[in-house]
């Protein structure tokens, strides 16, 4: 037996005497487990679980073990996720802290900084907010405006930021602040701090499909130790904006995540629209756009699968994977505008009885989907990285 | 599922890319069309594609073929896609192999599949019988006589009917004209008695033929596969087509898609490259994305066909539909892009453009695949 299947073999056994029975249902968005110092568990289980993965390190399965990962080579973990998959376990931990800051700490941070913050992270210990966007620097991130000022051993923060997700349910932040004014990326640095910390506030914000975990995040005279400085003074961009790329890539698997298969459109039509003698849906030009839309999503899927292939191939990142967020984008908000259309009048319902949960949900999801081309960098942007770093398009002067 | 090429494969492509780039670059399809070469492709280069094993790719070792499956075809076919290369791969060796090795008889598979991997034998599939593609829409008609048959009727679209030595019909034996059951497929030798042929001239310059058939004598032993049930046997051949012309058009589409890219960044207006421009780039990156999208299709698609897979209908019309419209998008893009010399005869934008949208047309539109996969889909 190869290195390999034995590992296979002790997963398996291991996952089966330790993944709870409950933890391999689908689960609903609500059922989701963040973690962090207020943790929520919707049961006991789901608890257990994340204990258990955590303790072992498969929250972060190729992390080193000494910040408490699980020290497994790609090939391992690739044997790991098919196994959790097999037997359709849930993600024991769903965290900003491993998806964008783990990553980019691992990259970038001091060994005193990794070891603290690392294991907490992989325990799901300390739940972690990003504090980026602000009103006056969306797109143009790096026109951000929110002021670290040196004063004895700390700084000292003063600004706004905005669609900092979930900012008041996080523990901690990892942000964004000028550091220098007389220049604009070259000004950014990258700093770690607590939300608890007197002159930290923050407001939730009302989007167009109801609530949401957006906040505003205001800070005013924040005192944050100079050793929470992530990387050199100034050289912040760098590490933002790998963040982004893994920010960028979560976003576009984050429907795979939670398993919420949605109802097939196809079904939507036959319910809503009806069917001819033959078993077509009766709204021929719905027909044609369902399909075209089907079409899309199957082919994205499949350039998914390719580009996963060609990267354990080690032929590095393929140039597709740039495309992965606006495409990702584009098919979500494509299949809820045809849910929503098929649905008729009972697609545009708002509230009250006289709508099922299933066509709140739905009119709810198309109006958030809205922001699927907007959060995590606009798909206008995206495109124009595509153009600069795949296509070898220059700026314009 | 085999998303990324093997070793084989791949020396098979630089092979064909070398090949391609040598023997048969856009300038050889222009002197064809210049010269008015009256077979349409270039027979000696295709004598020297079947040496190198193309004309025999499909067809298996013990008709002396090269048995190296679809996915090895369609390499071949998106090489030679992106210089136009016309020749009989689609015509003879995708439609006509696929025909007899899908129902030819034992004799009919000695006789005529060891001389097509030589390249000697030309086959051509005359099946439609209007101007839209409508696959049982089948009027011509086989009437039994004796112990053969007597062929009446007309097709037209026939690839390569004019070169070929032998015909692959659709004929109606039974039921209404556009009944699915009803329809036989026969091999008719393309010099019988009662036989026409009338070459077109397409805008793609690729050849294309009307072809009549009068009284025309058949042996039993000519009728290819189960009488009554070909449409299940056409089906299946024309699917292969439909994703063998898919692996055509996409390397067409990436070389279309190149040469525009390098003008974007060559021709300056305004003191500098056109390509600086926003709205230029973002239509650049449109067309990149769809062909990476296209290129997971295709590869997937004849995958589907190697391993004989059941939704292999659905690949088909899922494919064709796709890299056509990504076709259509970027064939037109790369006239746009060029401006005024896009417009004119010297330069190769328009080649891709007409080849296209004949490409886009043959075996079903995008529009109409999208309708059979809505159907296939069950709804």
């Given at each position: 037996m190869s290195d390999l299947d034995q590992f296979r073999q002790e997963t398996r056994e291991w996952l089966e005497a330790n993944c709870p029975a409950s933890m391999r249902e689908p689960m609903s968005e609500s059922e989701i487990v963040w973690g962090g110092r207020n943790a929520e568990f919707p049961n006991p289980d789901s608890k257990l679980w994340l204990e258990r993965m955590g303790e072992r390190g498969w929250t972060a399965p190729v992390w080193p073990t000494k910040y408490g990962g699980g020290g497994l080579s790609k090939d391992q973990n690739m044997v790991l996720q098919s196994e959790l998959k097999r037997i359709n376990a849930r993600p024991a931990l769903f965290s900003f802290g491993l998806w964008m800051l783990g990553p980019a700490l691992l990259e970038f941070a001091s060994e005193e900084q990794k070891l603290k913050f690392l294991p907490q992270i992989v325990r799901g210990e300390i739940r972690w907010c990003q504090g980026y966007s602000e009103p006056g620097a969306g797109s143009d991130l790096a026109g951000l405006q929110t002021r670290a000022v040196p004063d004895g051993d700390d700084y000292v923060i003063n600004g706004q930021k905005v669609w900092t997700s979930y900012a008041d349910e996080a523990d901690w932040i990892f942000c964004l602040v000028r550091t220098d004014t007389s220049v604009k990326h070259e000004g950014i640095s990258f700093i770690l701090f607590d939300m608890a910390t007197e002159g930290v506030e923050t407001r939730p914000i009302k989007l167009i499909s109801g609530s949401s975990p957006f906040c505003e995040t205001f800070f005013t005279d924040v005192r944050v130790p100079q050793s929470h400085l992530v990387g050199e003074l100034n050289a912040g961009w760098t590490i933002a904006k790998r963040l982004l790329q893994h920010e960028r890539t979560s976003i576009s698997n984050f429907g795979a995540v939670t398993g919420s298969e949605p109802v097939p459109l196809e079904y939507?039509?036959?319910?809503?629209?009806?069917?001819?003698?033959?078993g077509k849906i009766s709204d021929a030009s719905l027909r044609d756009r369902i399909a075209a839309h089907r079409m899309e999503d199957l082919g994205f899927q499949l350039t998914l699968k390719r580009v996963a292939m060609e990267a354990t191939q080690g032929s590095g990142p393929s140039a597709a994977s740039s495309l992965f967020k606006s495409y990702g984008a584009k098919i979500n908000q494509d299949r809820c505008e045809l849910t929503v259309e098929a649905m008729g009048a009972q697609g545009l319902g708002w509230a009250g009885d006289a709508f099922s949960e299933n066509e709140?949900?739905?009119?709810?999801?198309?109006?958030?989907?809205?922001?699927?081309?907007?959060?995590?960098?606009?798909?206008?942007?995206?495109?124009?990285?595509?153009?600069k770093q795949v296509l070898g398009l220059r700026d314009h002067q | 599922m085999a998303m990324i090429l093997n070793e084989e494969q791949n020396l098979l492509r630089?092979?064909?890319?070398?090949?391609?780039?040598?023997?048969?670059?856009?300038?050889?399809?222009?002197?064809?069309r210049d010269e008015k070469n009256a077979d349409g492709f270039d027979k000696a280069l295709w004598t020297e594609m079947a040496e190198l094993g193309w004309a025999g790719v499909i067809i298996p070792e013990e008709f002396g073929g090269?048995?190296?499956?679809?996915?090895?075809?369609g390499v071949v076919l998106e090489e030679t896609g992106r210089t136009l290369l016309p020749s009989p791969l689609v015509s003879t060796i995708v439609l006509g192999s696929s025909a007899l090795m899908l129902a030819g008889s034992d004799e009919q598979k000695s006789a005529l599949l060891p001389a097509i991997a030589e390249g000697k034998c030309l086959m051509a599939l005359a099946a439609e019988e209007g101007a839209h593609h409508a696959p049982y829409a089948v009027e011509t008609a086989a009437t039994a006589d004796g112990d053969g048959w007597v062929l009446n009727g007309s097709k037209c679209q026939v690839l390569d009917g004019h070169v070929a030595n032998q015909l692959i019909v659709t004929a109606r034996t039974s039921g209404a004209s556009t009944d699915r059951n009803g329809i036989s497929l026969?091999?008719?030798?393309?010099?019988?008695?009662?036989?026409?042929?009338?070459?077109?001239?397409?805008?793609d310059n690729r050849n294309s033929a009307n072809v009549k058939f009068a009284n025309v004598r058949l042996d039993a032993s000519d009728a290819l596969g189960t009488q009554d049930k070909g449409a299940d046997v056409l089906d299946a051949i024309l699917d292969r087509g439909r994703i063998a012309l898919a692996a055509e058009m996409l390397g067409a589409a990436q070389q279309v898609f190149e040469f525009t890219l390098e003008y974007l960044k060559e021709r300056h207006q305004f003191g500098q490259p056109i390509g600086t421009f926003q709205a230029l780039q973002h239509r650049a990156v449109k067309m990149f994305g769809e062909l990476e999208i296209c290129k997971s299709v295709v590869m997937e698609a004849l995958t589907a066909i190697d391993e004989g897979r059941e939704d292999v209908p659905v690949m088909a019309s899922f494919a064709k539909a796709k890299v056509g419209d990504a076709m259509h998008l970027i064939s037109s893009e790369g006239v746009q892009m060029h401006g005024g010399i896009g417009?004119?005869?010297?330069?190769?934008?328009?080649?891709?453009?007409?080849?296209?949208r004949v490409a886009e047309h043959t075996f079903g539109s995008s529009a109409w695949h999208r309708d059979r996969f809505a159907t296939l889909s069950g709804y």
């Open positions: 939507v039509a036959r319910n809503y629209v009806g069917l001819t003698k033959d709140i949900s739905a009119t709810r999801q198309w109006l958030r989907s809205k922001g699927n081309s907007i959060e995590g960098g606009t798909s206008e942007i995206n495109t124009n990285v595509v153009a | 630089d092979s064909a890319r070398d090949f391609v780039s040598d023997k048969g670059p856009v300038s050889a399809f222009r002197k064809i090269a048995d190296f499956g679809f996915q090895g075809l026969f091999v008719v030798a393309a010099d019988s008695d009662g036989v026409e042929i009338e070459a077109l001239s397409m805008v417009m004119t005869d010297e330069h190769d934008s328009g080649l891709y453009l007409k080849r296209a």
